[in-house]
């Protein structure tokens, strides 16, 4: 599959290049992580906003269809994982800059909310249900999680800047040369394209999820039907 | 729509009153936790009176978590939420109903709590007035979303787990503006951020919850 | 260096991961009678 080699390749890629950045005088080797962790962080917001707009779409009752559920459910699962490696990426690469793991600063602390958000829809949406009840529950869920992020996006940036005035800007400032803006734009690319093929994938395990339910629920209701001839006829 | 949500908050807080959990269970976890943080934190180098407005709302948000439970466990005898949906009570109502039966709950413990934050973390109050708004409007929210998500979870039998993983993640505003609103009124001094600027964003929330609810409640009662 | 290595290790194996398990629970599903 064509969408699949262009993923792979442009990732390879990227490892390629970014593995191979000159070092910088502010943070050594770690400014290569400017090669992944914005393209993961891009591919989680595109992720998410996915998510949020597959909900409305089958909110809506005129544009209500399951292809939108199983896509907002499939997104949303790629959306935790892009999250949690944005999480990890972003905390390795501000590790030389801050000198411990996790500093409270406004994007990191944002992002720990979005993973929490998307944790509990994960959650949700495993707990077994028709189709149908699925997908309102989930996408009602997705809408409230929607609704709070601009009031979190308030919340935590007033909050944070009462500490800390500078923010934390992870580009070290002699590198916006042409060998790492290439490699932060191969990353974007090879992030993208590989949501997509995940994306594609993912839906496509959960049509084949939804059907095989179908079918084990026909199966019991045939078994059913067939235990109760007997007593009728006697 | 009022008179449904009258009545279903009626019906609530009458149910309350007669059981007493609130009073008996809810109230007395609010305080054992704020005993636990005095034990978790040091008392006498003053991080408790600096941490206090922290603490009395995680102790509000951890009760909330209770009181919206009890607010579910009420209807949860089998078929008694299939009633309610039929009784042809305008959901809307039933919303503003049970949130309002949970937000006065809340009132009251809060009200308790802060007894024991300003008599067990030696705390003074300055800014009263600013206190109680913070106090008006973080309930309103945490009540509506707490009843939002309570809906939503409510027939589940995983709920008791799953309502904690959803719910706080979205309050989590919530407890940012309230501590902060709540800060400046124990000391007194404004900041970047004025207390009045909190506020607004705790009455954000309120708002865009209790809309939410109004305009959904009704679909998320079909499951 | 180590750091960064796990940086990009860690970000390829879950990616590794997670996609071989969609392949794999795509055929198995597909397979069933």
Redo the contacts between chains.
Sequence with gaps: MSLGIAALVTLAATCVLGLTLPKTVEQAEYSRMIAIHPGIAWTAYVASSVTALASILWLWPRTRHERWDLLAGSSAELATLFTALMLITGSIWGRPTWGVWWVWDARLTLSALMLALLLGYDALRRVPAEPDVRARRSAMAALLALVVVPVNHFAVTWWRTLHQGRSLDLTPKDSLDGSFLAAMTLGFLAMTLVYAWLLVHRVRVARLEDARDDLALEAAIDERRREAIPVAGA | MWRDAVLVAGKDLRIELRSRIALQQVGPFGVLVLVLFAFALDPDRGILTRAAPGLFWVAVLFSALLAVQRSLAVEGADGVRDAVRLSGLDPAGIFLGKAAAVAVQLLVLEVVLGAGVVLLYDVHIVGIWTLVAAALSATAGLAA?GS??GA??AG?R?RET?LP??L???V??VL??AT?ASESALTGTS???SAG??LG?LA??AV??IA?GLL?YG??L?? | MGYVFAGYGITIASIAAYAGWLLRRARSLSSKP
């Design positions: 979303a939002l998500y939503l979870a589940l995983v799953l993983l959803l706080l993640p979205v989590a505003p940012i503006a902060r900041f970047e951020v600027d909190w964003l954000v929330f865009l919850y939410f959904a679909p998320l079909e499951d």
